[in-house]
């Protein structure tokens, strides 16, 4: 996941920005460079490769100077490349730019800039933030204007730091959206910036956190706040431990609310160097498909436990969908024993967190022996599903450290979905307008699920008013059944209280005896092709007396009349619905867990990675 770190005052920021990415590595990045302003003029060494490179090209091509930014980068839009690695430089040689996130409009407003006679270095949407500064500056406004007049054009979420060697005194920086934090350390007579506390912590232990819609100018000797329109604001300053441990926490209690946080940035990475958006292409080299493998294909196997089943289940229907592929979804546990009708046109996609999943590698095992395709989706890079399998697809969510898993989840709904569109593309049974449909509705991905984030104070309100329940019923239909599935998982995971994921059709064939004022049940509801079938259970549960908690699209009324508590999500796509729609139940079962005083990362008789039978 992309990292950075800036430096101001009066050291030479060139190692220290190099040492602060270098503890932000655990991340996972294929580019990285370095910035820094040295007598009027702003320095680059960039290069493409682990930072290794960037070290070595520094030490032959040295670089020295104050402010100084870096970044360390998963691409998104280009190759990993030296000229698609951060900084950017505009085009007068005096701003430059490192950023998180995807510029949603990039393609208009760089089309604009084209059009004004701006040249365009990179393939990247980043470049298109520091040609607007700089159209800006053109205009008469100092940076801190053109940077603000700058991040109200730009859509999507975003962390960003820019430095002008015309006003060395100074670097600005903002978050926009969740798309990764932006912490500011504060120092004496020097002062820091980074995407994560790690970076900076040998430095200060006094650091502020920007929240969503947030910027701030820093100086050697001072920090402002300010809101996005100006507005000054007073942050509150926290003083960090200098525990390696509770840093990796920064602002959260927990490593689990972290990484529901995380979602966003991860998503963004599980995109990175795969979705060409340009041309409406999704490439996935390591999975190793090729035309004549795509076209074989009669039907794939998803295998897996616990989480990444219930993930397979929203990929069944999307690569059904999509690429008209029949897929059936196997427990992991089940797949070895069933003798699974398996042979040379099938492939076996297993999905794995930790890719060292007992069960899992048990069932790759099987598809093997019976001459299946085996192909996995991992998160640990280097782990035994990955290494045995003849393609995979990495998950880019860097590491999971609370036992139950969250941003493990949400990145396999994203690379499922892109093998379906590579898989039908391949298969021919796309045609292209679909095709860049499909792919462009992935830009929105980070804006949405960090929209859903923000939501998070409400859904603790509710949380409160259920803490003290005993039972719970989820319902989900489409491609949102799994997605109850997955949210009374983690209700039962972390609160220990007895929940049950249903298909909401299936309701009144059984659960329904279940319903009174004591049975709380949360209905799956946004507006997708079974909306209108959820209104119908939604109707039935409140005709037998249960609390109604909805997770519905912001704006539908209809729910939110029936309903006792409606738990909002952005308008979305619906084949990446469940990227929205399980944010909330994820944080609703977290605050339900903590308001009960329990373990959240290390619930009882639970282990992450389950390496026996």
Request: hydrophobic share 40%; net charge negative.
């Amino acid at each position: 996941m992309c990292g950075i770190v800036g430096y101001i005052g009066p050291r030479d920021a060139t190692p220290i920005v190099l040492n602060g990415l270098k503890r932000l590595e655990y991340r996972g990045y294929d580019s990285a460079g370095v910035a820094v302003v040295n007598d009027g003029k702003i320095e680059i060494r960039r290069d493409a490769g682990k930072l290794g490179r960037l070290a070595d090209l520094v030490s032959q091509s040295p670089i020295s100077g104050s402010p100084g930014v870096g970044h360390t980068r998963w691409a998104t839009h280009g190759a990993p490349s030296a000229r698609n690695a951060h900084p950017h430089l505009g085009a007068t040689g005096k701003v430059v730019v490192v950023h998180n996130g995807i510029v949603e409009n990039y393609l208009e407003l760089k089309d604009e800039l084209i059009s004004e006679g701006v040249t365009f270095n990179s393939d990247t949407d980043t470049e298109t933030i520091v040609h607007l500064v700089e159209h800006h500056q053109a205009s008469g406004l100092g940076l801190v204007e053109a940077a603000r007049k700058t991040f109200s054009q730009i859509k999507g979420a975003h962390g960003i730091v820019l430095l002008s060697a015309s006003e060395p005194d100074k670097m600005v920086c903002a978050r926009i959206g969740n798309a990764g934090g932006v912490v500011l350390g504060l120092g004496e007579g020097e002062n820091f910036i980074a995407s994560d506390i790690p970076a900076i912590l040998e430095h200060t232990r006094r650091v502020i956190f920007l929240e969503s819609g947030q910027m701030a100018i820093v100086t050697k000797d001072s920090i402002r706040v300010e809101t996005l329109r100006g507005e000054e604001l007073k942050p509150q300053t926290h003083a960090v431990a200098w525990d390696p441990v509770a840093a990796e926490k920064g602002e959260f209690r927990h490593f689990m609310q972290k990484e529901i946080h995380e979602q966003v940035r991860a998503l963004t990475d599980t995109l990175a160097g795969r979705v060409d958006f340009d041309h409406g292409k999704i490439r996935l080299p390591e999975l190793n498909l090729t035309p004549e493998l795509a076209q074989r294909i009669q039907k794939i196997y998803i295998t897996a436990c616990g989480t990444a089943a219930y993930a397979g289940m929203v990929g069944k229907t999307l690569i059904e969908a999509i690429a008209r592929v029949p897929v059936e979804v196997v427990i992991g546990s089940e797949f070895r024993y069933s003798d699974p009708i398996v042979d040379e046109n099938t492939v076996v996609l297993a999905i794995s967190q930790s890719g060292e999943t007992a069960d899992t590698l048990a069932a790759m095992e099987e598809g093997r022996k019976k001459g299946a395709t085996v192909w996995s989706i991992v998160n640990a890079i280097g782990s035994q599903a990955m290494r045995v399998a003849d393609g995979y697809i990495s998950m880019q969510t860097g590491p999971e450290i609370g036992v139950a898993s969250t941003k493990a989840f949400t990145a396999p709904l994203v690379d499922q979905y892109m093998l379906a569109i590579l898989l039908a593309d391949l298969r021919g049974t796309l045609d292209e307008k679909t095709r860049r449909a499909l792919v462009a509705d992935l830009r929105l991905v980070p804006d949405l699920v960090g929209r859903t984030m923000n939501r998070e104070a409400e859904v603790e309100k509710v949380a409160y008013a259920l803490k003290d329940i005993r039972d719970c019923l989820y319902l989900g239909r489409g491609i949102n059944m799994p997605i109850a599935y997955e949210g009374a998982l983690k209700l039962k995971e972390i609160s220990y209280i007895h929940a049950e994921g249903y298909p909401a059709g299936e309701m009144k064939h059984g659960p329904i005896a279940l319903i009174d004022e004591t049975m709380p049940v949360v209905c799956i509801a946004p507006q997708d092709p079974w909306h209108e079938k959820m209104i119908s259970q939604i109707q039935q549960a409140k005709a037998r007396g249960g609390t109604v908690i909805a997770v519905a699209t912001e704006g539908d009324e209809l729910v939110a009349e029936m309903a006792d508590h409606v738990l909002w999500v952005p308008a979305a796509p619906w084949r990446l619905s469940p990227l929205v729609t399980v944010i909330p139940l994820q944080l609703l079962a977290y605050h339900i867990a903590t308001i009960r005083g329990l373990d959240v990362d290390q619930p009882r008789n639970l282990a992450k990675s389950v390496t026996v039978e």
